[in-house]
Structures are given as structure tokens and as C-alpha cells.
């Protein structure tokens, strides 16, 4: 059974989301029906949603709108990461409606589409610091180049818990990079970060990858943090870029052969759950 920690849903009749019109293949609906008829048939029986960077003033919309959607009858979704500004002078208001809304489980701010310079901040940072006092996690989305923004969030902020996207987005079609490799060493030093074995199979060469493409980057990761500090996400509908929900779910148990079922089962769900308190 797998406990998905990152999906994405794109409901254009609902929301607003500026970026899809430069996003190629996936500037389209990606609904949560189609995803939840996948998932079921693959053993996914927990899933949290990741904002998917929709207008700004839609923002807490979002959340609502993925709520709304976690009422249905049989539904998978048990909580959202929901987008925040922590740059913004209001993020300490918005801090506070989100903490009376225990379906928010985590934020993200993806760093590597805004200036290097936002995260390094006073006010960012001293926005980063309230959710040490919170049950609320914090995604890092930067790439490679920019580990050192994560790093420095998380020995600033040692009392918040940190999870780094998608492996810290390596470039897998040019093979190993040691600034990622380096990268994924030294942020793995931090107790309070944690790293996401999701959406590696977007970065992959569509037409050729195959387990044995992703296994240096997914074992490096998980040989870094232990397997205490791995979680799993599918990054649907992202990962389409490189299949599809099933092609990445079977890509996964297929580098997962030979482990323990202790060790599996902590990336697969139980992690997850301890983390979220779920």
C-alpha cells in the first residue's frame, strides 16, 4: 500500500493557474477522479495534495476547493500542502487561519521560480521560523544550484521540518551531477529535512529510461537520509511526462526489489503517516 505525498490537481473551471500556458503537455485539466481511478487499482490508499501554484488571491481557494473535494464518499485525500507567500508582511495572518484548518497539513513555496535572493530575506526567514511551533511542514522545490537556500532554511530553522522535492530535481537525462550529488550529502546532514522520492521520471529521457536510469539517484538519496527520512510521492500528473501514475509505481517497486519489507514499508506509508500524524 502506498501513501501518495504529492499530488497535483489542475481544475481550470475552478481555479486560476497563470503558469499552464507556457507548461506544454500538461497545460490541461488533471482531475482528481482520473487520478483517484489510477491510484486505487495500484494500491494507493492515502494521498495529500501539493498546490499547484494557482493565482496568488486564489490561493486559500485552493485549499478549499481540495477540502471539498476530500468529503466525497470514499475519498483518498487526507490533507493539502497549501501555498504561502512567506515573503509577504500578511503571511503571519495567513499562518493563523491556516493552524484553525487541520486539513492543511504542510506549505510550499517553490523557490526556483522566483530570484535566488527572496528565501534569503529577514522577512522570509523570519516567516520560515513561526512553523517551528507548528504541527506544519515546509517543502523545498529548488534545483541543484540552489541546495544552499535549502541548507541555510534548515540550519536556521532547526525546529521546523523540511521536505526536499522530487530528489532535489536532479537532471537525470545528463546523468549524475556532483553539485546534485554533493548537494543531496550535505543537506542529508540535516535532522530536519527529509527527501521525497517523487517525479524523478519527468526528468528522465521520455523514450528511454528505465529503472536502472533512476536507481543511482533514488538509492543515493535514500543512502544519504536513511530510511527513516524517505517519503514517496507520484507528482501526478507531472510524472506523465515520463509515463504515466502506473509506469512510475511499478518503476518504484522495481527499485525497491531486495529491500526489507520494514525498510519498504517506511518509504511506502508508515513515514508518511508518522510525519502528518495520520
Known sequence: MLFDSHLHIVDRKELTYPWLEGAGALNRDSLYEDYAREARRLGITDV???????AENEIERETAYVK??????????????????????????????????????GFRRVL?????DVSESALFRENIKRLGNTH???????LPHQ????????????????????????????????VWSAGITEIAKRPNVIVKIS???????PDSWTPET????????????????VIWGSDWPVCTLGGNLSTWVAATHALMHGVSTDERDRLYRLNAKRLWSL
Open 199 to 205: 517525479g524523478v521520471v519527468a526528468y528522465a529521457d
Open 147 to 178: 541546495i544552499s537556500k535549502a541548507i541555510a532554511l534548515a540550519d536556521l530553522n532547526p525546529d521546523v521540518r523540511f521536505i526536499l522535492d522530487h530528489c532535489g530535481v536532479p537532471a537525470i537525462q545528463k546523468q549524475l551531477s556532483e
Open 68 to 105: 471539498g473535494l476530500s468529503r466525497q464518499p470514499g475519498s483518498l485525500l487526507r490533507g493539502a500542502i497549501a501555498a504561502c507567500r512567506p515573503e509577504d508582511a500578511g503571511f503571519p495572518a495567513y499562518l493563523e487561519r491556516v493552524l484553525a484548518n487541520p486539513f492543511v497539513k
Open 112 to 116: 526556483h521560480v522566483v530570484p535566488d
Open 136 to 142: 506544519l511542514t515546509f517543502d523545498l522545490c529548488v
Open 48 to 54: 495529500l495534495h501539493m498546490e499547484v501554484d494557482v
Open 214 to 229: 533512476l536507481r543511482p539517484f533514488v538509492e543515493h538519496c535514500i543512502t544519504r537520509f536513511g530510511w527513516d527520512r
